[in-house]
């Protein structure tokens, strides 16, 4: 598990040059001017960032979980925000590649594996986050049709995707009454709400997704009716993953920061390298990243090997490698001084970036409730 | 068309490369990666296999075992296959002798396009495709920033000192690129993984028809008396705007000849 072989150090050193040329350049521009750059996602694609751990037959590069977490954490360095829109792109082509039957998985999976075509993935509503199995967005079965009816909140890549897999009840029953169906973007009566302005993550847009009276076939459901939950949760495993190691990634580049900073740095005389208090606050920010690293590539292993614990392991995962790289980062920044503070520097942005990493793909207090409800259970 | 690339592992740019005072040659054992102007050229081959339907593009290194890494990574960029030239007696060989390796692999395998850098980032030669066309009997265009191929034709432009002459010759010809050639793609996750089921043909002295004498530092048709590292950086040429820095900035650049 800790020694890669040598397709698998190409494979990282692939994602390495693409992050150092076509994402870290311009990470500063894409935050100052809230750009999303679709142009850089299909070169994306044609790497084979579009579906990473989707079968090889409709276009998908079929690696392994534990491949996914190394390459979300290179393509982190060079920008977390489009990393980790890259991970959300992924769990929605996992979902239709694992769950879709032949006629869905051959419609939507070329043009989503290139990333010619985007997905979205919507599960979230207003004042419904972490309770996910009490959402409202209802779809109501007419003939062979469901007609769409609610909000979804705080989803990426709103506006800008090809296709919406949504979480919507189809019965009163709770968590066994969700589906999860495929919501073309030019469906009649889906909108969006305004861009959010939010703290960080300003290279992707993030809106509301609202569904008025959206008819769509019943063919575009996934799985089984009342399937939709378990299959939002089997997404969220990876997202969990990949969102760690976005997350790992921030921090890394924010620690090399410095790193580099506090060689160059002199006051009272010497390096502020060679001050220990500094040198130990370094050493600390690397154990954390290297602790967060090793149960993130275990957890990964896990969900690879379809293990018993591979639930609790990614919740501990996300949990440990996303306040990892929020604490790594924001002690970059106070090293950094005023300059830290300065959006010249580069690191103010990847705290703000990472900060909604400890928030999404499951709060980091579900994560502690997963791992909590598990222990109790045992 | 069967198009060889000819691809060199060299010490990585970024880091810090020095020459071994021992050997007198380069200290490879730092971080290695394949030269870029050979990804390039990787590249531009790849360009004139689509467009030129059933041509092969083959890679083909001289190096140690590890230099398979060099040519999995051209492999996984998309070629078809490719030659290692790996043996003991060829370390240490000069332009002369490695031409002279490189010639007796590729004359027996035909190809019509011998594609190459223009100079590595290393020797700094620029003198083995050259050597190679000779030994090879065939026409040679260098220091191409363009490159096509129309039927037999091969043609580019050939950058000068005052700007760049249009050339053309018959194939087959071996030509060198510079690094406006192409923008070398990524290897996709595919093609990485693809690269290990992509023959490699690994040839040694005796399977190039060479004799031990023929290669290698001992037999070195040059010599190199002596290396020196490189000076420490001094302080440079201050310039004081006194009002006419413009003016003294250009006139440095003039003397130094870089405008």
Same mark, same amino acid.
């Given at each position: 598990?800790?020694?890669?072989?040598?397709?698998?150090?190409?494979?990282?050193?692939?994602?390495?040059?693409?992050?150092?040329?076509?994402?870290?350049?311009?990470?500063?521009?894409?935050?100052?001017?809230?750009?999303?750059?679709?142009? &850089?996602?299909?070169?994306?694609?044609?790497?084979?960032?579009?579906?990473?751990?989707?079968?090889?037959?409709?276009?998908?590069?079929?690696?392994?979980?534990?491949?996914? #977490?190394?390459?979300?954490?290179?393509?982190?360095?060079?920008?977390?925000?489009?990393?980790?829109?890259?991970?959300?792109?992924?769990?929605?082509?996992?979902?239709?590649?694992?769950?879709?039957?032949?006629?869905?998985?051959?419609?939507?999976?070329?043009?989503?594996?290139?990333?010619?075509?985007?997905?979205?993935?919507?599960?979230?509503?207003?004042?419904?986050?972490?309770?996910?199995?009490?959402?409202?967005?209802?779809?109501?079965?007419?003939?062979?049709?469901?007609?769409?009816?609610? #909000?979804?909140?705080?989803?990426?890549? =709103?506006?800008?995707?090809?296709?919406?897999? &949504?979480?919507?009840?189809?019965?009163?029953?709770?968590?066994?009454?969700?589906? =999860?169906?495929?919501?073309?973007?030019?469906?009649?009566?889906?909108?969006?709400?305004?861009?959010?302005?939010?703290?960080?993550?300003?290279?992707?847009?993030?809106?509301?997704?609202?569904?008025?009276?959206?008819?769509?076939?019943? $063919?575009?459901?996934?799985?089984?009716?009342?399937?939709?939950?378990?299959?939002?949760?089997?997404?969220?495993?990876?997202?969990?993953?990949?969102?760690? $190691?976005?997350?790992?990634?921030?921090?890394?580049?924010?620690?090399?920061?410095?790193?580099?900073?506090?060689?160059?740095?002199?006051?009272?005389?010497?390096?502020?390298?060679?001050?220990?208090?500094?040198?130990?606050?370094?050493?600390?920010?690397?154990?954390?990243?290297?602790?967060?690293?090793?149960?993130?590539?275990?957890?990964?292993?896990?969900?690879?090997?379809? =293990?018993?614990?591979?639930?609790?392991?990614? =919740?501990?995962?996300?949990?440990?490698?996303?306040?990892?790289?929020?604490?790594?980062?924001?002690?970059?920044?106070?090293?950094?001084?005023?300059?830290?503070?300065?959006?010249?520097?580069?690191?103010?942005?990847?705290?703000?970036?990472?900060?909604?990493?400890?928030?999404?793909?499951?709060?980091?207090?579900?994560?502690?409730?997963?791992?909590?409800?598990?222990?109790?259970?045992? | 068309?069967?198009?060889?690339?000819?691809?060199?592992?060299? %010490?990585?740019?970024?880091?810090?490369?020095?020459?071994?005072?021992?050997?007198?040659?380069?200290?490879?054992?730092?971080?290695?990666?394949?030269?870029?102007?050979?990804?390039?050229?990787?590249?531009?081959?790849?360009?004139?296999?689509?467009?030129?339907?059933?041509?092969?593009?083959?890679?083909?290194?001289?190096? %140690?075992?590890?230099?398979?890494?060099?040519?999995?990574?051209?492999?996984?960029?998309?070629?078809?296959?490719?030659?290692?030239?790996?043996?003991?007696?060829?370390?240490?060989?000069?332009?002369?002798?490695?031409?002279?390796?490189?010639?007796?692999?590729?004359?027996?395998?035909?190809?019509?396009?011998?594609?190459?850098?223009?100079?590595?980032?290393?020797?700094?030669?620029?003198?083995? %495709?050259?050597?190679?066309?000779?030994?090879?009997?065939?026409?040679?265009?260098?220091?191409?920033?363009?490159?096509?191929?129309?039927?037999?034709?091969?043609?580019? +432009?050939?950058?000068?000192?005052?700007?760049?002459?249009?050339? +053309?010759?018959?194939?087959?010809?071996?030509?060198?690129?510079?690094?406006?050639?192409?923008?070398?793609?990524? %290897?996709?996750?595919?093609?990485?993984?693809?690269?290990?089921?992509?023959?490699?043909?690994?040839?040694?002295?005796?399977?190039?028809?060479?004799?031990?004498?023929?290669?290698?530092?001992?037999?070195?048709?040059?010599?190199?008396?002596?290396?020196?590292?490189?000076?420490?950086?001094?302080?440079?040429?201050?310039?004081?705007?006194?009002?006419?820095?413009?003016?003294?900035?250009?006139?440095?650049?003039?003397?130094?000849?870089?405008?």
């Amino acid at each position: 598990m800790f020694t890669l072989t040598r397709d698998q150090v190409a494979l990282v050193d692939a994602v390495r040059d693409f992050a150092t040329n076509e994402l870290a350049p311009h990470a500063a521009e894409w935050d100052e001017t809230h750009y999303f750059p679709i142009e &850089v996602l299909r070169e994306a694609g044609r790497l084979g960032l579009g579906g990473i751990y989707a079968s090889e037959q409709f276009g998908g590069s079929g690696l392994s979980r534990s491949d996914a #977490v190394r390459i979300f954490e290179e393509l982190a360095v060079g920008d977390p925000t489009i990393a980790a829109y890259i991970s959300i792109h992924n769990m929605v082509v996992w979902m239709i590649d694992r769950f879709g039957d032949a006629r869905q998985r051959a419609r939507w999976l070329p043009s989503l594996t290139t990333m010619d075509a985007l997905g979205s993935y919507c599960l979230t509503e207003p004042g419904m986050g972490s309770d996910a199995a009490a959402l409202r967005t209802r779809a109501e079965r007419v003939g062979d049709q469901y007609v769409l009816n609610g #909000v979804k909140q705080f989803i990426s890549g =709103a506006g800008a995707a090809a296709v919406y897999v &949504v979480m919507a009840r189809t019965a009163e029953t709770g968590s066994h009454g969700i589906s =999860a169906i495929l919501v073309p973007a030019d469906a009649p009566g889906l909108s969006f709400g305004p861009l959010e302005k939010k703290m960080g993550w300003h290279a992707q847009p993030t809106r509301q997704v609202i569904f008025d009276d959206v008819h769509v076939p019943v $063919a575009n459901r996934l799985g089984s009716e009342g399937d939709g939950f378990g299959i939002a949760m089997g997404a969220l495993n990876g997202g969990r993953l990949n969102i760690g $190691a976005c997350s790992l990634g921030g921090g890394q580049f924010a620690l090399d920061k410095a790193v580099a900073y506090l060689k160059t740095r002199e006051a009272f005389g010497s390096p502020l390298i060679e001050k220990e208090a500094l040198l130990f606050q370094l050493a600390d920010m690397r154990m954390q990243l290297e602790a967060a690293r090793t149960l993130l590539w275990r957890a990964a292993d896990a969900l690879d090997r379809g =293990a018993d614990d591979a639930v609790p392991l990614c =919740a501990m995962a996300k949990r440990m490698a996303t306040d990892a790289g929020f604490e790594v980062a924001n002690a970059s920044l106070q090293l950094h001084g005023g300059y830290g503070y300065l959006t010249e520097y580069g690191i103010e942005r990847v705290v703000r970036d990472l900060r909604v990493h400890q928030i999404l793909e499951g709060t980091n207090e579900i994560m502690r409730l997963i791992v909590g409800r598990d222990l109790a259970g045992a | 068309m069967k198009i060889a690339v000819l691809v060199k592992e060299v %010490p990585d740019t970024w880091g810090d490369r020095r020459l071994d005072p021992s050997t007198k040659r380069v200290d490879r054992s730092s971080d290695v990666v394949v030269d870029e102007v050979d990804e390039k050229a990787v590249e531009i081959a790849l360009q004139l296999q689509a467009a030129n339907a059933g041509s092969t593009v083959t890679v083909v290194t001289m190096g %140690p075992k590890r230099a398979l890494d060099s040519l999995r990574k051209g492999l996984a960029m998309g070629a078809d296959s490719a030659i290692h030239l790996v043996d003991d007696g060829l370390a240490g060989s000069d332009a002369v002798q490695t031409s002279a390796a490189l010639a007796a692999a590729l004359a027996p395998r035909g190809f019509d396009l011998v594609i190459a850098g223009n100079e590595s980032t290393d020797g700094r030669t620029a003198a083995v %495709p050259a050597m190679l066309a000779e030994r090879l009997g065939v026409a040679q265009l260098t220091a191409l920033r363009t490159l096509h191929v129309s039927g037999s034709t091969v043609s580019g +432009e050939r950058v000068t000192d005052d700007g760049y002459v249009d050339v +053309e010759t018959s194939l087959p010809a071996v030509v060198s690129v510079n690094e406006q050639i192409a923008e070398a793609r990524y %290897p996709s996750f595919k093609g990485i993984m693809g690269a290990k089921k992509k023959p490699v043909e690994v040839l040694g002295l005796g399977d190039l028809g060479l004799a031990a004498g023929d290669t290698g530092a001992a037999n070195s048709w040059s010599v190199v008396h002596d290396v020196t590292a490189r000076p420490a950086r001094t302080g440079g040429t201050i310039v004081t705007d006194d009002g006419t820095a413009a003016t003294q900035l250009a006139d440095y650049l003039a003397a130094a000849k870089l405008i």
